[in-house]
């Protein structure tokens, strides 16, 4: 069975400055991974996703993420933070026709 | 456009009674979900639709029905609310089950309150 883990709950930081939100997952196939981002009273958005390939992935916001898999892993990163990033993350992976599994969320709080 | 909505947004109701929430997506989809997020944030799948076709349903207590009537939408009924029913809601859509690769668009959520 898959699973993700997020190891911090929430993440604290200031306007400005360089943020990773951690991922780790457990899969014995081959996996596809996901960050989604949840602002405050709305649905989930996609921010990337590792599909293959390269496994340094940019997406939107100027997020990217990088695929580890001898550390199994897939740590989001931005260089600099802005107020308007404070929401929720989510890391999810998912293989085959398995369902979409989510890791509990990181609260990334951004201050000014 | 809003790709996929819910209706109602809130919905607070009796232990007891019986509910049911909407959802509709016109990204012309074949697949659809039902998610739920307790009030950790944590956030899991209920139930799966391929084509008006049950294809995912994780242990979730019959009280909750599933209806799609066709593709683009997907309803939850829920029968004998309880009070640890209380969560968010998500309606997701995909362009097909098989695609683990595909994006999940999802709602804006449902906030249910069992009082």
């Known amino acids: 069975a898959q699973s993700v883990t997020q190891l911090d709950s929430q993440v604290p930081v200031f306007e400005e400055a360089p943020v990773e939100l951690r991922c780790n997952y457990s899969s014995s196939v081959s996996v596809y991974l996901f960050w989604y981002v949840q602002y405050p009273n709305q649905g989930l958005q996609l921010l990337l996703k590792?599909?293959?390939?390269?496994?340094l992935v940019k997406g939107i916001n100027g997020f990217e993420a990088e695929f580890n898999k001898s550390q199994t892993s897939f740590h989001l990163r931005k260089p600099s933070v802005h107020i308007s990033d404070t929401a929720e993350y989510f890391c999810?992976?998912?293989?085959?026709?398995?369902?979409?599994?989510f890791g509990k969320g990181t609260r990334l709080s951004v201050i000014a | 456009d809003t790709a996929v909505s819910q209706t109602p947004k809130y919905l607070v109701t009796q232990m007891g009674n019986d509910k049911s929430i909407k959802c509709e997506q016109n990204l012309g989809h074949d697949t659809m979900y039902w998610y739920k997020q307790d009030s950790k944030k944590f956030l899991k799948i209920m139930f799966s639709?391929?084509?008006?076709?049950?294809?995912i349903n994780e242990t979730v207590p019959n009280r909750f029905s599933p209806k799609s009537p066709d593709k683009a939408h997907l309803n939850l009924h829920i029968n004998s609310l309880e009070l640890g029913d209380s969560a968010v809601y998500f309606c997701?859509?995909?362009?097909?089950?098989?695609?683990?690769?595909?994006?999940?668009?999802f709602g804006p959520g449902t906030r249910l309150l069992v009082l």
């Open positions: 590792y599909l293959s390939g390269s496994t």
């Open positions: 997701a859509s995909s362009l097909y089950i098989a695609g683990a690769k595909e994006t999940q668009y």
């Open positions: 999810a992976v998912r293989s085959g026709n398995t369902p979409l599994v």
């Open positions: 639709y391929n084509n008006k076709e049950l294809i």
